[in-house]
């Protein structure tokens, strides 16, 4: 199994361009999120997934769009960057129903907007 | 809203040794989780230790362990026998009961930098 992975590693966007950055596991897990994490802060929920078809806002959504259309895949949408969403953006899935179930997290996306 | 303090921004022990990292959080709900994750260099989220807020029982895991004091809402994370591979960013987490409703997702702390002394 290769997990969760994330592309792409690295991304530079002008202020204003549009970008998705794309998730996806292979563990069959119901559950998807995305958090971004800035210097000296820890992980912060952006949006959560419960299943296909199903999403939600958490902490931090202003800014993002996601969908789920498929288990597998669970893609964060910026439709005009700002500098504000200069970050390391991590995806994680796990299994539901269980809040003590591990969220197993990808390697994440560096993003810089200029 | 919960939130999730890390009072300790940098923490240095020598090899072998034996650590502490403290954890507090601010909560109103009776059924939650906690968990501590380690983050090194190549910033990769690794699950070192996860508690369940109804088990009285201090979870443990090899060297690491929790010391779990619900009614002061305090979770700190013990290691020991220090090892030069514990060295990372360590978080504590929150997560509320999925069953409770409201955002499902963790809550961490800003994190507590291990250093290693060889």
């Known amino acids: 199994n290769a997990g969760v992975t994330q592309t792409p590693k690295f991304q530079v966007l002008k202020t204003g361009q549009s970008m998705t950055l794309q998730c996806a596991q292979d563990?069959?897990?119901?559950?998807m999120s995305w958090y971004r994490q800035d210097p000296g802060m820890g992980l912060r929920l952006i949006h959560y997934s419960v299943g296909a078809g199903i999403t939600d806002q958490g902490e931090v959504p202003n800014g993002y769009n996601v969908s789920r259309s498929t288990t597998e895949d669970f893609p964060l949408r910026l439709l005009s960057a700002a500098p504000s969403q200069t970050s390391v953006y991590f995806c994680?899935?796990?299994?539901?129903?269980?809040?003590?179930?591990?969220?197993?997290f990808g390697p994440g996306t560096r993003l810089t907007v200029t | 809203a919960q939130t999730v303090t890390q009072s300790q921004p940098e923490m240095s022990v020598q090899e072998a040794e034996t650590v502490t990292l403290s954890c507090t959080y601010d909560?109103?709900?009776?059924?939650?989780?906690l968990f501590w994750y380690k983050q090194p260099p190549s910033r990769q989220m690794i699950l070192v230790i996860r508690?369940?807020?109804?088990?009285?029982q201090n979870a443990t895991e090899n060297r690491f362990s929790v010391n779990f004091q619900k009614a002061a809402k305090s979770f700190s994370l013990k290691i020991s026998d220090s090892q030069l591979g514990d060295a990372a960013m360590y978080f504590c987490?929150?997560?509320?009961?999925?069953?409770?409703?409201?955002?499902?997702?963790?809550?961490f702390g800003k994190g507590t930098h291990l250093i290693i002394q060889p």
């Open positions: 987490a929150y997560r509320t009961d999925p069953q409770e409703g409201g955002a499902d997702g963790l809550t």
């Open positions: 994680a899935s796990s299994r539901p129903g269980q809040g003590a179930n591990e969220q197993y």
């Open positions: 909560t109103s709900e009776s059924d939650y989780y």
């Open positions: 563990m069959n897990h119901e559950y």
């Open positions: 508690q369940e807020a109804y088990k009285q």
